[in-house]
């Protein structure tokens, strides 16, 4: 069982927002920092974001303008608040948690579509 599951994924018009969301199970989620990743058809998978167990974070230099990244350990969740939305901001975006080199888990992925 994937204790990673994202969410919030969907097609927005261009200049759109969209928030995703990294909700935990079975894992003591408050220890964990989770990052926001996402892969483009034919490129590398990028970090997007990053946040601590601590909540200190950290962006791609070309995203921390438009993109804020969030936990709310209550709901064992992580947040990736996107806003002015561009085309070539479309890709899967996954999360990953990490502990550990053993506690490393990573989620399935949500797609964002961004398209007029």
């Known amino acids: 069982q994937v204790p990673l599951v994202e969410s919030g994924g969907g097609l927005v018009q261009p200049g759109g927002s969209l928030r995703l969301s990294c909700a935990a199970s079975?894992?003591?989620?408050?220890?964990?920092?989770v990052a926001w990743y996402r892969q483009a058809p034919g490129k590398q998978r990028e970090l997007v974001a990053s946040?601590?167990?601590?909540?200190?974070?950290n962006y791609a230099d070309s995203l921390k303008d438009r993109f804020t990244i969030s936990r709310d350990n209550s709901k064992n969740t992580v947040y990736l608040q996107m806003n002015s939305l561009k085309p070539g901001d479309a890709a899967v975006y996954y999360c990953?948690?990490?502990?550990?080199?053993?506690?490393?888990?990573w989620g399935q992925g949500t797609q964002v579509t961004v398209s007029s």
């Open positions: 990953d948690a990490v502990y550990s080199p053993l506690a490393d888990y």
């Open positions: 079975g894992i003591i989620f408050r220890r964990y920092h």
């Open positions: 946040i601590t167990s601590g909540g200190s974070t």
